[in-house]
């Protein structure tokens, strides 16, 4: 079993930046899939990016801004974001599975609000 535990989330302005930190536990994830997912309100949860083996992939809507990162030795995935807009308020959940990461992914955490004000 993989413990995902997801931190670094607040209220910030628009325009500023905020890393979101996800440490596992219980497994080395250095061979999984991460990746992170958010939900806003009254919304379906989206992938917003996934890394595995160094290569990352984003949303549209996030690249440029976001950069997703692992750290193997601290068990830990981050994502980096840059210039937030309102748009990107919502929960941010961390993901991990052995091949790829989708909405049925194994692993999740128990996600970390963002909340951008304009």
């Known amino acids: 079993q993989v413990q995902l535990v997801e931190s670094g989330g607040g209220l910030v302005q628009a325009g500023d930046s905020l890393r979101l930190s996800c440490a596992a536990s219980?497994?080395?994830?250095?061979?999984?899939?991460m990746g992170w997912f958010r939900q806003s309100p009254g919304k379906e949860r989206v992938f917003v990016a996934s890394?595995?083996?160094?290569?990352?992939n984003y949303a549209d809507s996030v690249k440029g801004r976001f950069t997703i990162s692992r750290d193997n030795a601290k068990n830990t995935v981050y994502l980096q974001m840059n210039s937030l807009k309102p748009e990107d308020t919502a929960i941010y959940y961390c993901?991990?599975?052995?091949?790829?990461?989708?909405?049925?992914?194994?692993?999740w955490g128990q996600g970390t609000q963002v909340t951008v004000s304009s």
């Open positions: 890394i595995r083996w160094g290569a990352s």
């Open positions: 219980g497994r080395t994830v250095s061979s999984y899939a």
């Open positions: 993901a991990a599975d052995r091949v790829r990461v989708t909405q049925a992914s194994d692993y």
